[in-house]
């Protein structure tokens, strides 16, 4: 990593299983990870602990990605964030397309690890 500690990755998801498996992949590429099982709670340790980078699915309960990218970006607009989805939208997904000048890259589910990495790299502005 870059810095002396490990990028600080908060992880949004609320299929606890994939949740479980992005946090084997990101710990295993070296990041700290933080899971949230929904847009409120993300919000809630996002304010405890800010994270380096937001890595959300799109289709939560109770808050919903779109809903937590809006939050923590009115108080962080330079968050970088990658959004997942399963159920890819034109419409909802309309205002991520091309938004890798804006630290937003979009993945479709199911994901895997390189991609994943990928992104999270991307939207760090890593080469």
Do not use: C
Not at 37 to 51: E, K, N
Not at 67 to 73: A, D, E, M, N
Not at 93 to 115: D, H, N, Q, W, Y
């Amino acid at each position: 990593m870059i810095k002396d500690t490990p990028i600080h990755v908060l992880v949004a998801e609320d299929e606890v299983l994939v949740a479980w498996a992005l946090r084997a992949i990101l710990e295993e590429a070296g990041y700290h990870v933080t899971l949230a099982h929904d847009g409120v709670q993300a919000l809630a340790l996002q304010t405890r602990t800010p994270a380096d980078v937001l890595l959300t699915d799109l289709q939560m309960p109770r808050l919903d990605g779109r809903g937590l990218i809006h939050q923590l970006r009115a108080a962080r607009p330079t968050l970088p964030v990658v959004v997942m989805t399963g159920a890819p939208n034109a419409d909802a997904l309309g205002e991520f397309r091309g938004a890798t000048e804006t630290g937003i890259v979009v993945l479709a589910k199911p994901v895997s690890s390189r991609p994943v990495i990928a992104a999270i790299q991307t939207v760090l502005g890593f080469p």
